[in-house]
């Protein structure tokens, strides 16, 4: 079943090496999902590694998967820190007055993926209030252009891609404590600036990396959130949905129930918002997690697996499989009675 609660779609960040090497994972994707994201594919150090040296393959063999089963693509991400490849922050400090390297990498990339990539994360992870300025991340692309890089990423981006969706896409947004209240915040702020000065953007992308150890999802606190990002007729995508769990205490059938629970009381908090479009989760199965390479405490026993995916690490379904769709279910139902 590929889940829609009015329109929504239900999407996993996916690999294409995973995918052709295993049957039952391309299965799972095929019944589950209606949207796929390359975890790594598109990242400027998978696409460009060397100055020079392009490795489309990957992508490529992940556009036409989607292409040829019907599936969208979120493509992420356009500028990411934490995904830019030596030789280019080589550049950008040599160089920082210059766009070209941006430009350039933009007009090639969102022109080969013109037809699959619906949607682009152009900046990925720019909020930062403990050790950025003014709420900022002192990325890469900061320090050579400031903070205005955003505003010209967003205008780069539309120029070249200008049918596609334009998202940022940032984490931390969920809970209940200082952070997280003042990453809100920090968010709430690039957006207005962004709005007032006309700079194009679509989509606020929600990455919801849930954690059991940091408390209830804090349902006020997203609702006034999601309600201002709406009003300034912005949406909302939850992009990679994934819940931290691997030092809750109690059987594995106890801590994939906490899961279930915590991801419903999620789902129910965000699908209440019109604004959201869809809902994405970093990966499908516990196997294949970016999770099990988190640090864990010291406590924790290192070959235990983080439970945080839909999926085990067999590819059997757990209790957050059904309750993510049933929450999706739910949430279409609840939007038809009230139309
Ligand atoms: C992660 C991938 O899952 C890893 O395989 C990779 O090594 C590093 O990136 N926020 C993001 C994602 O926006 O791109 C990250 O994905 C997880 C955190």
Redesign the pocket.
């Known amino acids: 079943m590929t889940a829609t609660s009015a329109g929504r779609y239900v999407g996993a960040?996916v690999r294409i090496d995973q995918i052709n090497a295993e049957p039952q994972l391309r299965s799972a994707i095929l019944r589950d999902c209606g949207s796929i994201t390359p975890?790594?594919h598109m990242?400027w150090d998978s696409l460009q590694p060397e100055r020079g040296v392009w490795n489309f393959a990957p992508a490529d063999g992940l556009a036409s998967f989607a292409r040829t089963n019907g599936l969208k693509v979120r493509g992420?991400?356009l500028l990411?820190d934490?995904?830019t490849p030596g030789w280019v922050r080589d550049q950008l400090k040599a160089t920082p007055n210059s766009w070209n390297h941006i430009s350039r990498y933009f007009g090639t990339v969102m022109n080969r993926y013109r037809n699959a990539v619906d949607e682009w994360d152009v900046v990925?992870?720019p909020i930062d209030t403990e050790g950025g300025v003014n709420g900022l991340r002192k990325t890469v692309f900061y320090n050579a252009y400031g903070s205005s890089y955003i505003e010209r990423a967003l205008h780069e981006a539309r120029f070249r891609a200008p049918t596609a969706r334009l998202a940022i896409?940032e984490?931390g947004l969920e809970y209940d404590n200082p952070v997280d209240e003042a990453r809100r915040v920090a968010m709430l702020r690039l957006l207005e600036r962004l709005r007032q000065n006309g700079v194009p953007i679509d989509v606020v992308g929600i990455?919801a990396?849930l954690d059991l150890g940091k408390g209830a999802p804090h349902g006020a606190a997203i609702n006034a959130f999601f309600s201002v990002i709406a009003d300034m007729g912005l949406k909302i995508a939850i992009t990679?949905l994934d819940v931290k769990e691997v030092s809750a205490s109690g059987a594995v059938s106890t801590r994939d129930q906490r899961v279930a629970d915590h991801v419903r009381a999620y789902l129910d908090i965000v699908n209440a918002h019109p604004a959201v479009m869809g809902v994405t989760t970093?990966?499908l199965s516990d196997r294949h997690s970016?999770l099990q390479?988190q640090p864990v405490s010291p406590t924790v026993n290192a070959a235990r697996l983080n439970r945080g995916l839909p999926y085990d690490a067999n590819l059997r379904a757990k209790p957050m499989h059904s309750t993510l769709h049933q929450a999706m279910t739910d949430a279409e139902l609840a939007a038809v009675t009230t139309r």
């Open positions: 960040a975890e790594i990242k992420h991400a990411w934490q995904s990925n992870e896409n984490y990455q990396h990679e970093w990966g970016w390479n």
